[in-house]
């Protein structure tokens, strides 16, 4: 197989600021942007004696957000099956239903970030209310931007063993992979010295990455009958990131910034990349505690155990936590008795971290406005006695382990209704049912780590009606 994408991505934005009259406060905002993808591909397949299996693809991927020298990214993978059950000595067994071995090893790009112009040297024009007079005219200025002209794509390369089997005419069946992978040529916004760009945080290349992990898939027919069908399955995965490499010569005192957790704040990092730890592992100041336990408004404690009221980077400490998530499950069942049916499904993380930066926003200093006027504050303030906000304190950072329970469906089949060959089936399902974890926010699931939120996910009820006809 051979082909060949092209493909535009463009966005138009526009925002004007109105008084209650109607009436424009400040100048209107025009933001246009694209950027392009275009590849070629192709794949393989050979199979010599429904045995062994060869598949092997090459991808040559183009962004337009790379400069010409690195617009171009090669990207080739292999992977090689052995099913080892139609062998002659495996053929008779009543016991292995299905068993094949699998190797392989590819390549992957990655271009995906924010910014569409991230080499290019380009200009912003001021607002009408910031341009500069000069004389008896007010003139627009242009300030640049922050660019690194050698940005290129992020390769991650995997290498992969994996079993698949089957048990007893695959009433029982799964599959067990093991991998690494290695990251080169990271993506990433970070901040950088003063001086060196024109801006204070630029999209570049940062560093190295590995991973290694194990993931175990499992399903299950317990009983199947001629009025009773039950399936269950369930797969876990374990995976462990580390960050190999950020700078030509890493230092222990060097590291990157990352996660902003404020999107109007430019300083505001609660995690940061390093090498030996994992990607968005928090960057805190250790909370100080008295004798009873009761964290101590405004005091932490610095590198040599002493308390300080500062909240300097220098005070900070790697607190081996990340918003990553080491340990994920899921499950899934479903049972039909006749004219009924019932499933279930679920899943869950353990080990990653999350950052409560709503309940840090919440102080005693909220309670009354400049106005005077009294204003709601969460509970977790009462209990920490915070009197300002503290939002670097570990005292917020909190153990996200969780399980959700998807969704629940039970149903009902109503056969040839109306003595037709028509068949109703009724259902009623219960989405986003219940959370067990032991997280004090509202929603433990937040993939960069930091909880911002204020609402939570909706539990829905749904009736269905269906006609098959």
């Known amino acids: 197989m051979a082909g060949y994408s092209w493909q535009h991505f463009w966005k138009n934005f526009n925002n004007t600021t109105l008084d209650p009259e109607g009436n424009t406060l400040v100048s209107p905002v025009h933001t246009k942007s694209e950027y392009y993808l275009i590849s070629y591909y192709g794949r393989l397949n050979y199979s010599f004696d429904s045995r062994y299996l060869l598949t092997a693809t090459f991808r040559a991927d183009a962004s337009s957000k790379f400069s010409k020298s690195n617009r171009w990214g090669y990207f080739p993978s292999a992977a090689f099956a052995w099913k080892i059950n139609d062998e002659p000595f495996m053929k008779n067994s009543e016991f292995i239903s ?9 390549e992957t790009g990655q271009q995906d970030i924010s910014s569409d ?3 290019l040297s380009t200009y912003t024009a001021s607002y009408n209310e910031a341009r500069y007079r000069f004389g008896n005219d007010w003139l627009t200025t242009y300030r640049p931007d922050g660019y690194d002209p050698n940005i290129q794509w992020e390769t991650t390369a995997t290498y992969n063993l994996g079993i698949d089997f089957g048990f007893f005419k695959d009433r029982i069946t799964g599959s067990v992979d093991v991998y690494k992978r290695y990251t080169r040529n990271l993506l990433n916004e970070i901040s950088v010295p003063a001086g060196s760009n024109f801006t204070n945080t630029i999209y570049t290349n940062i560093g190295k990455m590995k991973n290694e992990g194990f993931e175990f898939s499992f399903n299950s027919i317990p009983v199947s009958t001629s009025d009773l069908n039950w399936n269950i399955g369930f797969n876990f995965t ?21 996660g902003n957790a404020d999107i109007n704040s430019t300083g505001r990092y609660l995690q940061i990349h390093k090498v030996g730890e994992t990607p968005y592992t ?3 100041l250790r909370q100080a505690y008295d004798e009873n336990g009761k964290p101590v408004d405004g005091e932490y404690l610095d590198g040599n155990g002493n308390t300080t009221t500062s909240e300097e980077d220098a ?30 499904n679920g899943h869950g993380s353990f080990g990653n971290y999350v950052f409560n930066y709503t309940a840090a926003k919440s102080s005693f200093e909220d309670l009354y406005s400049s106005q005077g006027t009294s204003s709601n504050i969460l509970a977790s303030a009462l209990k920490s006695g915070f009197t300002q906000q503290r939002l670097y304190s570990d005292y917020f950072l909190e153990n996200a382990s969780f399980f959700r329970i998807d969704n629940i469906t039970a149903g009902y089949t109503f056969n040839k209704v109306w003595n037709t060959n028509i068949n109703l089936r009724l259902s009623f399902t219960v989405q986003n049912v219940a959370v067990i974890t032991g997280y004090s926010g509202i929603d433990p699931e937040i993939y960069s780590g930091i909880d911002n939120n204020v609402y939570q996910r909706p539990r829905i009820f749904l009736l269905g009606i269906n006609l098959n006809f």
Do not use: H, Q
């Not at 299905?98 to 590819?106: A, E, I, P, T």
């Not at 374990?238 to 060097?254: A, P, R, V, Y």
């Open 98 to 106: 299905n068993l094949k071995l699998r190797l392989s090893y590819g």
């Open 117 to 119: 112009y991230p080499y």
């Open 238 to 258: 374990w995976n462990k990131s580390e960050i190999t490499k950020l700078n030509t010569i890493d230092t222990e005192d060097n590291y990157v910034k990352t």
């Open 282 to 284: 928090f960057f805190l």
């Open 315 to 344: 005070n900070k400490y790697v607190t081996g936590k990340s918003a990553l998530a080491p340990y994920l499950i899921g499950f899934s069942t479903k049972i039909n008795y006749k004219k009924w049916d019932f499933g279930m």
